[in-house]
């Protein structure tokens, strides 16, 4: 649907605000269990802020309602942002997060499905979110739901053969209402993505396969809510982004798809996401 400028105004404000609070603790809950991709999480923070101040017909008040939009986010080993995003919109509780990465949570390294925590499918796994979003979408269309698919997935999951083959079952079956974000930040997990399979010219891709593209800036929140407007067919947007992004040390460098923040360095994060 349309969204009126003040209300545009509105969604863009509160995305800043969320994103901002979201880094901080996934940042937290990171360094807190030890755990990683920590670069990965912050560089989908802010796509996933305006997904869920809005932009997405998705709370954990209409969570039950067959009507309701769904988001996968495909990219599961970022589970630290989403789980952020989850707990400062009402879907878990911030003491529930805290158990984040130890042995028998419901919140692991990598994205779990569990509809108590607003989690329609485990992910982690690349390449499994856009065959699941497709279905969903198709569902959704076939039975007059009205809900969108949004599915976020990162840009080296365009490496595999199953996104490829989403891409012609969303144009086959005509998929107006599938929305694919990929979180173009570049890099995956041992190297620039043009030098471990290069991916350019990938806008290019994307319209071979007859899909709507838009190529935004990722962590521009007016770009990114207006992109997400309903296109005629399956909508691909094209999120440029930065590994790591709103922590300087972190931004651009591989070492943070695996590293954890130790306590120095938490604590240097939290004082330039302050600022």
Known sequence: MEIEESAADSLCLNSAIL???????????????????????????????????????????????????????????????????LALTGFISMEDLKTFGANGSVFGGHVTHNKKIGVDLSTGSLGHGMPYGVGIALAQQRNKEGGRTFVVISDGECDEGTTWESAL???????????????????????????????????????????????VDGHSYDELMRALTPATGPLCIIAETIKGKGVSFMEDSVLWHYRSPNDDELRKSLIELTE
């Open 169 to 215: 079952l969303a144009q086959q079956f005509k998929l107006d209402n599938l929305v694919v974000i990929i979180d173009r930040n570049r890099i995956q997990s041992l190297g620039p993505t043009e030098d471990v399979m290069a991916l350019e010219p990938l806008t290019d891709k994307w319209l071979a396969f007859n899909w709507v593209v838009r190529n």
């Open 19 to 85: 994103a901002k609070e979201a880094r901080r603790l996934a940042i937290s809950i990171t360094s807190a269990a030890g755990s990683s991709h920590i670069g990965s999480a912050l560089s989908t923070i802010d796509i996933l802020a305006v997904l869920y101040s809005g932009a997405a017909n998705i709370s954990p008040t209409n969570w039950s309602e067959h009507n309701r939009d769904c988001i996968i986010f495909s990219k599961g080993h970022a589970a630290s942002g989403l789980y952020a995003i």
